[in-house]
C-alpha cells in the first residue's frame, strides 16, 4: 500500500499542472481575440486628423490682414478724404487707406526722391504732369478729378471787405499769407493774379508765405495774417474764416485737382479701386459738399 501512496501524490500533481495550462492557454485566446477586436485590423479604427475627409477651414478674405495703402494728397483735400476714407472703408474691409497731405509740389518731390505712395491726389496739373514725364504714373489710371476757386480769406470778426486786389495796398493789410509759390498751388494762382494786376512786387514787404494752403488758413483763423489766400473750399469749411474777395478766375490757372495711381505702387488693384471710387456717384457728392465741383 505504502508503494501506491508513493506515486499517487506525482499523478495528481502533473493532472493540475495540466489543468492550469490549459486555463491559461484559453485566458491568451480570449485576450487576443480582445486585443484584434479592440486594435486589430478587424476594428473599425477611430478617424484621425490626418485620415479626415472634412476639407480644413481656409481663411476667408475678411480674416486676412487689410491692404495698406498710401495716397498722397493735397493739403486742401484733408477734410474731405477724412469722409470718403470712412464710406470707402466700410465697403471694402480688406483695404486700409494712409493718407500724407501736404503741398502738391512737396508730394512731388517725395514720389520723385522714391517715397512709397500709391496714389497721388495733386491740386495742380502742373505736379501731376511731372511725374507722369517721369514715368511714374500710370497712365491708364490717371485723370482730372475736380475743380476749384481762389479766394481771399479773412478771420470770421474781421470788418475788412476789399472791394479787388488792388485794396490790399492799404494800410489795414499790413499781413497777407500765401503759400509758397515754389511748392503750394494755392501760391502760384495767387502770384499769377497778383502779378497780373501788378502787385506782387508791391505788396512783397507784405506777403508772408506758408509751407501749404492749410497753414494759410491758420494764420487768417488766428489773427496772425490780415488776409490769405485760400481756395474757395478751405473757406467755406472753416468756422473761424470767411471769404472776403473771390479772384477773378481769369486771373490765374484753371485750378484742377488731377488724381492718379502711381507706377510704382506695391498693390495696383487695390489702388485702382480706389482710384475708381473716388470717381463714383458716391464720393463726387462728398466733394461738392465740400464746395469743389468736378473737373470738366
Known sequence: MNRYRRFAFPFQSAFFLALAFALLLAGCGQASDSNRTDSGATASPAPSAAASTEPSPQASPADAEPVQLTVSAAASLTGTLGQIETAFEAANPNIELNFNFGASGTLQKQIEQGAP???FLSASTKNMKA?????????????DLLANKLVLAVSKDST???SGLDALQDAAYSRIAVGIPESVPAGQYAKQAL???GLWDALKDKLVQA???KAVLQMVETGNADAGFVYETDALGSDKAKIALEVDPAAYSPILYPAAVLAESEHPEQAAAFFDYLRSAEALDVFRSFGFSEAP
Open 211 to 213: 509751407k501749404d494752403v
Open 195 to 197: 502779378d497780373g494786376a
Open 117 to 119: 505712395a500709391d496714389l
Open 160 to 162: 475788412l471787405a476789399p
Open 131 to 143: 511725374l507722369s514725364d517721369a514715368g511714374l504714373v500710370d497712365a491708364a489710371h490717371s485723370a
